[in-house]
């Protein structure tokens, strides 16, 4: 078992930048992929980011430039650092490992999630 638990999320003025972490424990997890995904108030969750084991990362469109995923393995975290925040970045954040090595937006192919982080973006 993996246990995730987020930190970071709060509020923030549109523009402004957050870095939420993600800190794993139990079995260590750190060959895991990592994924941040966000569900709005009545959305569905969706893919932000991923990074592999080795550094590889991808990013959905709308956080391209503005995001960046990176992990300490060392210290079994992965960090998502928010700039240029905007209000449609409003959400729940949660944390996502999966030990296959899959980077992508199936929610089902992650076997551990955290329980999440709120950020909130004003405008």
């Known amino acids: 078992q993996v246990q995730l638990v987020e930190s970071g999320g709060g509020l923030v003025q549109a523009g402004g930048s957050l870095r939420l972490s993600c800190a794993a424990s139990g079995r260590t997890g750190s060959t895991y992929t990592k994924g941040w995904f966000r569900q709005a108030p009545g959305k569905e969750r969706e893919f932000v980011a991923g990074?592999?084991?080795?550094?590889?990362?991808a990013f959905t469109d709308s956080v391209k430039g503005r995001f960046t995923i990176s992990r300490d393995n060392a210290k079994n975290t992965v960090y998502l650092q928010m700039n240029s925040l905007k209000p449609e970045d409003t959400a729940v954040y949660y944390c996502?490992?999966?030990?296959?090595?899959?980077?992508?937006?199936?929610?089902?192919?992650?076997?551990?999630w955290g329980q999440g982080t709120q950020v909130t973006v004003s405008s």
């Open positions: 996502a490992a999966d030990p296959s090595g899959y980077i992508g937006s199936v929610t089902s192919r992650y076997n551990y």
């Open positions: 990074i592999s084991w080795s550094g590889r990362t």
